[in-house]
């Protein structure tokens, strides 16, 4: 039985989704399998999903929503059915576009698996030597921007929060995590960290230790991205409600110093 659920957040996929790269993939993935959501699509994704369940009845779920909700709400209930799975271990999410490619699922969960403290895996999308991280510049200097804002908001350094591919170890806070739907529709990333780390107290540095980044050997910018620069806009607004919704616990002198140190700078 597959111990990892990943949900994979669907809406007008139809026309590229790499169903090949994912069927390859579980083929030689049976630790893994996928729950795939149709966030309400008016194109032919609901069947392009059944025919690949049909496929792999023991790999691949599909949950179908009858309305367009969002990804975050996709991504919400897709987490709650995946937990409702006795033999669930891990539970993630992932981009349809695999933009992140499915190898690095078996990234993440060697994270878990050498860090057995670690609660939260995020993918991150860090241009180094020896990665291939492919990123419109534009969307490359806004996220650094916004990454700032989203670590002052989230009280912890972070280098990437929207990276679309993120494992977590399956406790008795993840449900917990998930009960209500997110007040953000485009940036229910940050809402979902803020969710775990105000589950986890007020000492935000032992909740660190909780999370970890993983820097993405590879990473593609995929034509056809439903995201636009603009957006930046009407993301940055949601950070504001975040930080007003999750407020981070008064910093002591020393950790204020040690944030403002520590913080990704654009």
């Given at each position: 039985m597959a111990q990892c659920v990943i949900v994979v957040p669907c809406y007008n996929e139809a026309s590229r989704l790499n169903t090949a790269e994912f069927r390859n993939y579980l083929a030689r993935a049976p630790h893994v399998s996928m729950l795939f959501v149709n966030d309400g699509s008016s194109d032919d994704t609901l069947a392009v999903l059944q025919?690949?369940?049909?496929?792999?009845?023991?790999?691949?779920?599909?949950?179908?929503?009858?309305?367009?909700?969002?990804?975050?709400?996709?991504?919400?209930?897709?987490?709650?059915?995946?937990?409702?799975?006795?033999?669930?271990?891990?539970?993630?999410?992932?981009?349809?576009?695999?933009?992140?490619?499915?190898?690095?699922?078996?990234?993440?969960?060697?994270?878990?698996?050498?860090?057995?403290?670690?609660e939260m895996v995020l993918a991150s999308r860090v241009k180094l030597l020896g990665r291939e991280i492919e990123r419109l510049a534009v969307r490359h200097y806004l996220g650094r921007v916004f990454a700032t804002c989203a670590s002052l908001v989230l009280s912890i350094p972070v280098y990437d929060t929207q990276c679309g591919a993120k494992l977590f170890r399956v406790t008795p806070k993840l449900p917990e995590m998930l009960q209500k739907p997110f007040c953000s529709r485009w940036i229910f990333d940050v809402e979902l960290i803020a969710r775990f780390l105000q589950l986890h107290g007020p000492d935000r540095q032992k909740a660190r230790g909780l999370i970890y980044e993983f820097p993405l050997f590879r990473w593609t910018d995929v034509p056809g991205s439903k995201v636009r620069p603009r957006d930046f806009f009407i993301a940055m607004a949601e950070l504001w409600t975040i930080w007003r919704t999750y407020p981070p616990p008064k910093p002591t002198a020393k950790a204020d110093s040690a944030m403002a140190a520590e913080t990704p700078k654009p």
């Open positions: 025919r690949m369940q049909a496929a792999l009845p023991e790999q691949v779920e599909v949950l179908d929503m009858a309305k367009n909700s969002g990804k975050g709400e996709a991504v919400r209930l897709g987490l709650l059915q995946a937990l409702e799975r006795k033999d669930a271990v891990y539970a993630g999410f992932w981009d349809a576009d695999l933009a992140t490619p499915l190898s690095a699922i078996d990234d993440l969960l060697n994270v878990c698996l050498a860090e057995p403290n670690v």
